[in-house]
């Protein structure tokens, strides 16, 4: 399995932005499929965005499309989830996620076998 450290979580007033950062150890992101999702209290975990790493392909949950991107940096080994624009409804717990495997969804956690701790996000004024 993959090691992940999510960072960059917090507060952040409606409106406002967070970069989440996933950093690996051991083996290359570069050669996995990624994922973000997300977990609020009392709901089930909702994958965010994903990168299929067999054809290129990116997957947004419709809610944050336009607001939210995907992005890795192979010499640091690090995926990031850029977020703008962010809501009261985005306040969740986000982890990333990752695997070498094929993606039989969209973007679901059913396809991936190694998980970062999480980092709580915050949206409130």
């Known amino acids: 399995q993959v090691q992940l450290v999510e960072s960059g979580g917090g507060l952040v007033q409606p409106g406002g932005s967070l970069r989440l950062s996933c950093a690996a150890s051991?083996?290359?992101?570069?050669?996995?499929?990624i994922g973000w999702f997300r977990q609020a209290p009392g709901k089930e975990r909702e994958g965010v965005s994903c990168?299929?790493?067999?054809?290129?392909?990116?997957y947004y949950t419709p809610s944050v499309r336009g607001r939210f991107t995907i992005s890795r940096d192979n010499a640091k080994n690090t995926v990031y989830l850029q977020m703008n624009n962010l809501e009261p409804e985005d306040t969740a717990v986000y982890y990333c996620?990752?695997?070498?495997?094929?993606?039989?969804?969209?973007?679901?956690?059913?396809?991936?076998?190694?998980w970062g701790q999480g980092t709580q996000v915050t949206v409130s004024s």
């Open positions: 996620a990752a695997d070498n495997g094929l993606m039989d969804y969209d973007c679901s956690p059913l396809d991936f076998e190694s």
């Open positions: 051991v083996f290359p992101l570069k050669d996995f499929n």
């Open positions: 990168f299929d790493n067999r054809d290129g392909s990116t």
